[in-house]
């Protein structure tokens, strides 16, 4: 089969690799979507070469199963896959949460595992869900990490209708903050420095763009709320300026987090945290049970998804996918699978 390795420096390549085999507790996909995002860039832009084959939002049906699957799955479902495997049984894999075993995890398609850039994935037949009738397997994919990664920070904010949310960053994990707390009925003010992704960001419903390298976000936003600052913030672009400036931008007791990967920050906790009564999270995806209600969330709030999607690929177009991905000016790019 073929699948999408990276060779450091911005090389994507499409290898030739034996076929996976379902032993017990596999399952067998046969991929039909796999999202790109963020975080592979950063393999991506790397020295060296990925060990493993890339994609780790993989969306597809179940080709074959190994003895011990769950009983409620079968051959032919459509499934998303909660892309990674802990020790199983601790009390932090229990919760589904397997990202964050104390003793370790792989995950699958972000460097440790084969991914889903691929024509099959092979992975635990535990990590799988059912992807919703309603849902394209592109956006089962886009579900699986990025727009999942942002439904849940604003999840943990308990955003609604009552606020003012801004969003740094609006790249895809970024634009699904912004049609996501626009579904949860709030005021979205979204930010970046790409002329592309904020127009894509007024297209999906955002109520005001601000760009970060013409205006100061945290003046802008305190122009369109009176001064008085957003009651929430989504950090989605890593960086480092961004880290404090989804601080500053928050009226008193606001909420913010952090989903964004990136280097250090400097914070001013005295001034943007204690003498504000705010309040941080963190966040790093979601649980396998919230893979669930993420996506139940968008067929049930009737999300439009698939318009954050600009860009679809065949699997042999993946090097040109990457490369254009990495000029930070689409919005989601999706590999679809014939
Ligand atoms: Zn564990
Ligand atoms: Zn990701």
Not at 192 to 203: G, Q, T, Y
Not at 205 to 211: E, F, L, P, R, T
Request: aromatic content about 6%; charged content about 20%.
């Amino acid at each position: 089969m073929r699948g999408v390795v990276f060779n450091g420096n911005r090389q994507a390549e499409i290898q030739e690799f034996p076929d996976p085999q379902a032993g017990p507790g596999d399952a067998l996909i046969k991929v039909r979507a796999s999202g790109l995002c963020g975080s592979d860039m950063h393999r991506y832009r790397a020295p060296g070469p990925t060990d493993y084959i890339t994609g780790h939002e993989p969306c597809g049906v179940v080709e074959d199963l190994g003895a011990g699957a769950p009983p409620g799955l079968k051959i032919g479902d459509r499934v998303m896959v909660h892309h990674y495997a802990g020790c199983g049984i601790c009390e932090i894999c229990s919760m589904g949460y397997e990202q964050l075993c104390p003793t370790g995890h792989i995950t699958y398609g972000g460097g440790t595992g084969h991914g889903a850039n691929a024509d099959y994935i092979l992975v635990p037949s535990r990590t799988l869900v059912h992807l919703p009738d309603e849902l394209s397997f592109e956006e089962g994919a886009a579900i699986s990490c990025g727009t999942g990664t942002a439904w849940n920070g604003l999840k943990k904010m308990d955003v609604s209708g009552q606020d003012t949310v801004a969003v740094f960053g609006q790249g895809p994990v970024g634009l699904s903050g912004t049609l996501s707390a626009k579904a949860m009925g709030a005021r979205v003010i979204a930010v970046d420095v790409m002329p592309e992704r904020l127009d894509l960001a007024l297209e999906l419903g955002a109520d005001h763009v601000i760009n970060s390298q013409e205006t100061d976000p945290v003046k802008g936003i305190q122009v369109l709320t009176g001064g008085m600052g957003a009651t929430a913030s989504l950090e989605t672009s890593g960086n480092a300026v961004a880290r404090g400036q989804v601080l500053q931008c928050l009226r008193t007791f606001g909420r913010c987090c952090y989903v964004g990967l990136g280097g250090p920050a400097s914070i001013d906790f005295n001034r943007d945290v204690i003498f504000k009564v705010v309040t941080i999270f963190g966040s790093w995806t979601f649980s396998k049970s919230e893979l669930i209600e993420i996506a139940r969330f968008m067929v049930e709030a009737q999300v439009p998804l698939d318009k954050h999607i600009t860009h679809r690929y065949t699997l042999d177009q993946a090097v040109e996918a990457f490369r254009n991905f990495d000029t930070a000016t689409t919005g989601k790019c999706v590999l679809v699978m014939d």
